[in-house]
């Protein structure tokens, strides 16, 4: 079964430090995606980024980097220079293509960045 | 693009009394999730639409939760007899299809059960 485990429960930052939130994942099956998703205070999960189980490259947007490792099942998320405004509860997913459940999510992190 | 409408925002009712949550995903879209996030934790899937069809309500509590989609547009999400457990943000999601496609998110139903 389809599992994704975020071992951080909370992380705490001083503003411009950069931050890792590690995601790992368990798949049966051979093509899946991978998501970041942000739950700022007001509660709305927003869609960060995705990713295909066939896409290894490493992306960058700004100020968030994602790192994808099929060998190890992990796809973590770099913030670098940490803002206030980036404190919130962060959520990894899987989504399968052939079986069963779409977007089971991870347990998510909580990251507090202290000015 | 208007983003996955849900209502109400917020419910407080007495256990054992029924509740229904409405949700109108974007237009267009295929796939359609009901979501239930208990404080603290992960949304945990109930229930995925694809078009009016259920694809997987594994996780949902059939004695007492129940789901439809009319006309493979709006949903509706009902608790019939709500326990206090059940308290808990309901959240929908729609994506343009199975798999590959984000999920967009609604802001969601607060229920509180007293």
């Known amino acids: 079964a389809q599992k994704v485990t975020q071992a951080q429960t909370e992380i705490s930052v001083v503003e411009k430090e950069d931050v890792t939130l590690d995601c790992v994942y368990e798949t049966r099956d051979t093509t899946y995606y991978l998501f970041w998703y942000k739950q700022p205070p007001s509660g709305e999960l927003v869609f960060l980024i995705r990713?295909?189980?066939?896409?290894?490259q490493n992306e960058i947007s700004g100020r968030y980097s994602w790192n994808f490792q099929k060998s190890t099942s992990s796809f973590n998320f770099t913030i670098t220079a940490s803002q206030v405004v980036d404190s919130a509860v962060y959520f990894c997913?899987?989504?399968?293509?052939?079986?069963?459940?779409?977007?089971?999510f991870g347990p998510g992190t909580r990251l507090s960045v202290l000015p | 693009e208007a983003g996955v409408a849900q209502s109400p925002r917020y419910k407080i009712i007495e256990k054992r009394q029924s509740v229904a949550f409405w949700c109108n995903p974007i237009?267009?879209?295929?796939?359609l999730y009901w979501y239930q996030q208990i404080l603290g934790q992960g949304p945990k899937l109930l229930i995925q639409f694809q078009n009016n069809g259920v694809v997987d309500d594994s996780q949902l509590p059939k004695d007492r939760f129940s789901a439809e989609r009319l006309k493979g547009v709006d949903s509706t999400l009902k608790i019939q007899p709500a326990k206090l457990e059940d308290s808990a943000v309901y959240l929908c999601?729609?994506?343009?299809?199975?798999?590959?496609?984000?999920?967009?998110f609604g802001q969601g139903t607060r229920l509180t059960v007293v």
């Open positions: 999601a729609s994506s343009l299809n199975r798999g590959f496609h984000e999920a967009f």
């Open positions: 990713r295909n189980s066939f896409d290894e």
């Open positions: 237009s267009g879209h295929a796939t």
């Open positions: 997913a899987l989504s399968e293509a052939n079986y069963g459940q779409n977007f089971v």
